[in-house]
């Protein structure tokens, strides 16, 4: 298993955790796997698709709300997932920014 993957499966673990358990610095440590997630995990050809999903997230991140039951359940992960991935769209930029000043 790569590096990349183990990213991925921690940062979903830390995601759908924290929705459930207070973990303290919850919020760095998902900023933290979505920075690395961003540097090492989206390629180049991916950005735009990872961009995309960044903002599309953070805009449905609260429609699971009105479920009964597992409504909040569900916007808390989505929100924790938000994070992450808006953290990794950060990298992103960066890495844009970075390629087109050493162009």
């Known amino acids: 298993m790569d ?5 991925r ?10 929705a459930f358990v207070t973990i303290p610095y919850v919020a760095l440590i998902m900023v933290i796997l979505g920075l ?31 479920i009964p039951v597992v409504g909040e359940h569900l916007t808390a992960i989505l929100g924790n997932v938000s994070a992450i991935i808006n953290a990794g769209a950060v990298a992103v930029i ?7 000043i050493t162009e």
């Not at 590096?3 to 990213?7: D, L, P, W």
């Not at 921690?10 to 995601?15: G, Q, Y």
């Not at 960066?94 to 087109?100: F, T």
């Open 36 to 66: 690395a997630w961003g540097f090492m995990g989206v390629p180049e050809e991916g950005r735009l698709i990872y961009m995309v999903t960044a903002v599309t997230l953070a805009s449905v991140v609260s429609s699971m709300g009105p």
């Open 9 to 18: 499966i921690a940062s979903l673990a830390v995601a759908v955790i924290a």
């Open 3 to 7: 590096t990349v993957k183990i990213i």
């Open 94 to 100: 960066l890495m844009i920014g970075k390629d087109r």
